[in-house]
């Protein structure tokens, strides 16, 4: 299936606690800061890794939320533009552009439940720390 690769470095590693359920790590990249979970795994700072993230965990949304409230808010957000949506019968793939020229992918169910992003429109992906993996770079 499809994933959308950001590359990224090790700023921390970050213990349960603080609003997080389990160990994380904080990275920064291109794109922004991301907290992702550990999963037993232990990453020296400055370490290169790849973030993974699959279109159907990705949220989209037409206004910046995470710009006040909670701490991790701050982090899983890409700004992006909306470059093309294509319908598949109960799910639509949107293709986006970030910020830095990165593609991306998100994929949403053609349900009715949220307003729908416009070809142009400025969105901000969002995922869960749960919803990312990790590759090494």
Do not use: C, M
Not at 35 to 40: F, I, S, T, W
Not at 94 to 104: M, N, R, V
């Amino acid at each position: 299936g499809d994933v959308n690769l950001i590359d990224a470095t090790v700023e921390a590693s970050l213990p349960a606690g603080g609003g997080r359920d389990a160990a994380a790590i904080r990275l920064r990249g291109a794109l922004g800061e991301f907290e992702v979970l550990r999963n037993g795994r232990d990453f020296a700072a400055d370490t290169g890794l790849t973030l993974g993230v699959r279109p159907e965990r990705i949220d989209l949304h037409l206004q910046d939320a995470g710009s006040e409230g909670a701490p991790a808010a701050r982090h899983n957000r890409l700004p992006a533009r909306v470059e093309a949506v294509s319908s598949h019968g109960d799910v639509s793939v949107y293709h986006l552009l970030a910020d830095d020229g990165t593609a991306l992918q998100a994929k949403a169910p053609n349900d009715g439940a949220r307003a729908r992003p416009a070809v142009g429109s400025r969105v901000w992906a969002r995922f869960d720390p749960h919803d990312a993996f990790l590759l090494d770079a």
